[in-house]
C-alpha cells in the first residue's frame, strides 16, 4: 500500500486520489466535531476519541509499520505542541459558542491561513481564479456562520469570545495542517507518520481531563466510550485522508477542498437531525462548493 501511494506522487493519478481522499475528509471531519459537541462536555468527549485512537493505534506503531526514522522523534514532539494547542483552542470554542456559527468560523479562515502557510513552507503558488474561488468559499463560509448567528438566543453574550477563540482554531488548523503535510513528507513510510502520530497524540487530552472524568455519573462512562471509539476510527480516516492527500498533492488545495466539510456539517443537520436548511443556507452552501470546485480545477 505504501509503495504504491508513493508511485503516485506527482502525478495526474495523484491528484485524482488526493482529491477524493480531501472529500472524504471533508465528510468525515463533519461528523467528527459532531460527536465531539454532542450532549458531554466537549473536554471529555474529546477525550474519549483520543484515548480510543491512541490505544488502538499502539500496536499498529509497535509492532507493524516501520519504526520512525531518528530525525522523526522532533516532528512528533512538534506536532504533539500544535495539535495540543489547537485542542484546548477547541474545545474551548465549542465550550462558549453555538456550533452552528463556531463551526464555519473555524473552517472557514483555517484554508486561508493553511494556503498562505504553504506558499511560505512549500512554496506554493495558485492563478488569478484559484484565489478568486478560495476568496468565494472562504466568504460563503463565514456567511453561513453570520446566517446561523441570527438564530442563536441562549449565549449570545459569549458570542464575541467564542468567535475570537474559533479564529485562532483556525489558525491552529492551518498550523497544523501544514506541520503534518511536511511531517508525513519526511518519512519514507507515511503509515508510520500516521500510526506514531495517533498513538503519541492520544495521550494529552486524556491527562488533562482525568479528574472529570472521575466526577462522571457511572452511567455516562459506557456512552462515552463508545462515542470515543466510533470518533477514533472516524479521525483515522478523516485525518489519514487529508494527510495522504497532502502528501500526493498540494497542501493548501487539499485544505480548502477539506473545508467542505461545511456543507456535510450542514446536510447531516438536515437529513439526521431535522434542521431546516432553508433556501439562504443552501445558495451559501453551494457557493462554498463552487468556491472549492474553482480552486481545485483551475490549477
Given at each position: ?147 446561523n448567528l441570527r438564530k442563536v438566543t441562549e449565549g449570545r453574550d459569549q458570542m464575541i469570545p467564542a468567535l475570537g477563540f474559533a479564529v485562532a482554531t483556525g489558525a491552529l488548523v492551518a498550523a497544523y495542517t501544514t506541520y ?120
Amino acid at each position: 500500500m505504501s509503495d504504491w501511494l508513493i508511485s503516485l506522487e506527482g502525478t495526474a493519478a495523484g491528484k485524482d486520489v488526493a482529491l477524493a481522499l480531501a472529500l472524504l475528509a471533508a465528510f468525515l471531519h463533519a461528523l467528527f466535531g459532531a460527536l465531539q459537541k454532542g450532549r458531554h462536555d466537549p473536554w471529555i468527549s474529546r477525550a474519549a476519541i483520543d484515548a480510543s485512537y491512541g490505544l488502538i493505534a499502539a500496536p499498529f506503531a509497535l509492532f507493524v509499520v516501520p519504526w520512525p526514522e531518528p530525525h522523526m522523534w522532533l516532528i512528533f514532539l512538534g506536532a504533539f505542541v500544535i495539535h495540543a494547542i489547537y485542542k484546548v483552542l477547541q474545545a474551548m470554542t465549542y465550550t462558549r459558542g453555538a456550533y452552528s456559527v463556531v463551526y464555519p468560523v473555524v473552517r472557514g479562515t483555517g484554508p486561508l491561513f493553511a494556503v498562505l502557510a504553504a506558499g511560505v513552507v512549500f512554496g506554493e503558488t495558485y492563478n488569478g481564479w484559484q484565489w478568486f474561488g478560495l476568496g468565494l468559499l472562504v466568504a460563503a463560509i463565514l456567511g453561513l456562520a453570520a446566517w446561523n448567528l441570527r438564530k442563536v438566543t441562549e449565549g449570545r453574550d459569549q458570542m464575541i469570545p467564542a468567535l475570537g477563540f474559533a479564529v485562532a482554531t483556525g489558525a491552529l488548523v492551518a498550523a497544523y495542517t501544514t506541520y503534518d503535510a511536511w511531517g508525513i513528507r519526511a518519512t519514507a513510510d507515511p503509515f508510520t507518520f500516521l500510526a506514531w502520530f495517533f498513538m503519541i497524540d492520544g495521550i494529552f487530552i486524556p491527562l488533562v481531563t482525568a479528574r472529570r472524568w472521575m466526577r462522571l455519573p457511572g452511567g455516562e462512562i459506557l456512552p462515552l466510550l463508545k462515542r470515543g471509539v466510533l470518533g477514533a476510527f472516524v479521525a483515522y480516516f478523516s485525518f489519514g485522508s487529508i494527510m495522504l492527500a497532502t502528501r500526493l498533492d498540494k497542501v493548501g488545495e487539499a485544505a480548502v477542498l477539506r473545508e467542505t466539510s461545511t456543507v456535510f456539517a450542514a446536510l447531516i443537520a438536515w437529513l439526521v437531525l431535522g434542521d431546516k436548511v432553508g433556501p439562504v443556507r443552501t445558495a451559501l452552501m453551494a457557493l462554498i462548493a463552487l468556491g472549492a470546485v474553482i480552486m481545485e480545477f483551475a490549477g
